[in-house]
């Protein structure tokens, strides 16, 4: 696991190694290990990465790095983890090795298949590569994005770096807000790619590719790899698609405890972090299991579930008591997540991240599954208004939609309110909206952005619903598409990288994503308000008895009772020092909190936006620029 960042200039001015140098230290956390900078002779491409020693821990793992023939330069961020049957193809091919790590193999495969090669690779990844002889460079992501990359366009240069921090190291980096990213983070509470908080940049898509023709100046960006878009059967052989699952999830485990350094499993309790738990039982030795727990917060505390399945695998378990987090986080958190994000459980995932970093380099977690096997509780509501839909008319719908916009927010069944009186796609993108447009209008009034589209994001959302789909395609497909690259993914990444440790998610493997979209129906994914039947069917054979297997909790944060203690008064002093919402709007927010309203992912959301800004210094629409800000290591 690495950072990596680059410039890339058509001029030949990429030159200035001391700035490169500058961006790559930004990313020191990424990777303690090792750095390296690389300049190409006609200075068109300058090319910086920082290691973290994962596989191969000598120096022949240096990055950048170069191909035999000195034609090809590689920086790489994340693991391949079939790279080892893919060394064996290569070398049957006449390829020679001089190391033992995955980024040789990545060369070795562009000189074999040239950029064919990226569907080959299965993996989580993101990476640049410096083709002398064509004079490009290439720039690829993983197919599920669990690496980041950031690209930024100005003339005939582009930068690129795995955070936005080292972007904006770049002395002439202009740091001001993008009103649509904006408009959307307040939406859903993150900022859907390939939108960037800051105007102007932009990530790179999942599963898609960028060649940068360094002569010219072109770029050409294209997916090399899609969701499955053909249906899955209408029913199939459940007890055969178990033993798949099995098979297929044992491999993907044992690819994933491939390491020269020390592994453990980010063990919540839950189902999916159990049955990856219980296949690194049986694939490997004994294993190191972690979770966070809360005591005293009932449902918030997860120890005594991952107690029991730590106890039935014989793991070696260490459990970490979370206090409520210190006021002096926040700004750190605000500051390593790059755009603001307002998931709480960024908290107690950053808290076990560096927990475990005590003990191992890499971890692995249950992420995915939900996304796969429709395993979020709006899944079932979704199928429930699909059903609504046949038999309640069109004008009652619409009643009940119009009702749900006159509740107060925080009322909870709002978003489920609102949702039955539209179509389905529709349907889809009211699910976990934080503020709707007229709130959002209100909420940004002193930004004077009356021209701006409202209704953007929901509407970028539903279409993204397949035309002839079923309630279950649309949400498991938008979720995988969105909520899990631009929140799950990218919360564990830069939680984990903060703290220097590698996470990986065995429930991302290529072919079990292909498999649960294409070949599962869904009768063994979520039907009759059950959710991911074939997890649980497979559970049934490997977890021990009486385990639940219907909880659905994983690492997440009281927020309700933190915010009536400590966090209130921080969270309302912050925001009152805000120039950024309206007063009233958030005034009311807060007084439906104290009432017994469901607002505290919102005041949340506004928190972690205005920390974010402060930390980056970043002007707002129609605002002057801010000073430049001087950028170091976060340290938490």
Not at 155 to 164: D, I, K, N, T
Not at 460 to 486: H, I, K, M, N
Request: proline share 7%; aromatic share 8%.
């Amino acid at each position: 696991m690495c950072g990596i960042c680059g410039i890339l200039d058509t001029r030949g001015q990429a030159t200035d190694l001391a700035r490169l140098s500058a961006m790559n230290d930004t990313l020191r956390h990424r990777g303690p290990d090792d750095a390296g900078t690389w300049r190409s002779d006609d200075r068109t491409a300058a090319l910086a990465q920082r290691r973290l020693a994962v596989i191969d821990l000598s120096p022949a793992g240096h990055q950048p790095m170069h191909d035999p023939t000195g034609r090809l330069t590689l920086v790489y961020n994340g693991e391949v983890y079939n790279f080892q049957p893919l060394r064996a193809e290569l070398e049957g091919l006449g390829h020679r090795f001089a190391s033992h790590c995955d980024t040789e193999v990545i060369l070795a495969a562009y000189r074999q298949w040239g950029e064919a090669c990226l569907p080959r690779l299965n993996g989580m990844f993101a990476f640049a590569l410096h083709d002398a002889d064509r004079r490009t460079v290439l720039l690829a992501r993983d197919r599920a994005g669990e690496k980041p990359l950031f690209v930024y366009r100005d003339g005939s240069r582009l930068l690129f770096a795995s955070e936005l921090k080292a972007l904006m190291a770049w002395p002439d980096m202009p740091r001001r807000v993008c009103p649509d990213a904006l408009n959307a983070y307040l939406t859903y509470g993150y900022v859907p790619g390939p939108m960037c908080m800051l105007q102007g940049v932009r990530k790179l898509p999942p599963g898609s590719a960028l060649r940068f023709d360094l002569a010219s100046g072109a770029e050409h960006a294209w997916h090399y790899w899609t969701l499955p878009q053909s249906a899955p059967p209408a029913d199939g052989d459940a007890e055969a698609l178990t033993d798949e699952l099995d098979q297929r999830l044992a491999e993907s485990v044992r690819q994933r405890l491939v390491a020269d350094v020390p592994v453990g499993i980010l063990l919540s309790g839950g189902l999916d972090s159990s049955l990856v738990t219980a296949m690194a039982a049986r694939v490997g030795p004994r294993v190191r299991t972690f979770t966070v727990s809360f005591p005293g917060h009932g449902q918030f505390d997860e120890a005594p579930h991952a107690r029991r399945i730590a106890e039935h695998f014989a793991t070696d378990h260490t459990e970490l008591v979370a206090e409520p987090a210190s006021m002096d986080l926040l700004p750190v958190l605000a500051r390593q997540y790059d755009e603001p994000m307002a998931d709480s459980s960024m908290i107690p995932t950053y808290l076990v991240c560096r927990q475990i970093r005590q003990h191992a380099t890499v971890a692995l977690g249950g992420d995915g599954a939900d996304e796969l096997f429709g395993g979020y509780v709006h899944v079932s509501w979704l199928q429930r208004q699909q059903r609504l839909r046949r038999i309640v008319p069109g004008p009652l719908r619409r009643l009940a939609g119009g009702l749900g916009r006159r509740l107060p927010m925080g009322v909870r069944g709002r978003n489920q309110l609102i949702g039955l009186g539209l179509d389905g796609p529709a349907s889809v993108a009211q699910v976990n909206v934080f503020f709707d447009p007229q709130t959002r209008r209100k909420l940004l009034s002193p930004l004077g952005l009356d021209s701006l589209a409202w209704d953007a994001p929901q509407r970028a959302r539903a279409a993204l619903c397949r035309p002839g789909a079923d309630a279950l395609a649309w949400s498991t497909e938008v979720d995988f598409q969105t909520y899990l690259v631009d929140d799950i993914l990218a919360k564990v990444d830069r939680a984990s990288m903060l703290t220097s440790l590698e996470l990986r998610a065995p429930w991302l493997d290529a072919g079990l994503i292909e498999f649960a979209f294409a070949r599962v129906p869904d009768a063994l994914r979520a039907a009759d308000g059950q959710r991911k039947v074939l997890l649980r069917r497979l559970a049934g054979r490997l977890l021990p008895s009486g385990t639940d297997l219907t909880r659905k909790q994983g690492f997440s944060l009281p927020l309700g009772d933190w915010f009536d203690g400590p966090w209130g008064p921080y969270v309302r002093e912050v925001l009152a020092g805000s120039d950024l919402f309206d007063r009233p709007t958030v005034e009311a927010l807060l007084a439906g909190q104290a009432r017994g309203r469901n607002n505290t992912q919102r005041l949340y959301a506004l928190m972690l936006l205005e920390l974010w800004r402060r930390e980056y210094r970043v002007s707002l629409p129609g605002r002057s620029p801010e000073p430049a800000a001087v950028f170091e290591e976060n340290t938490a």
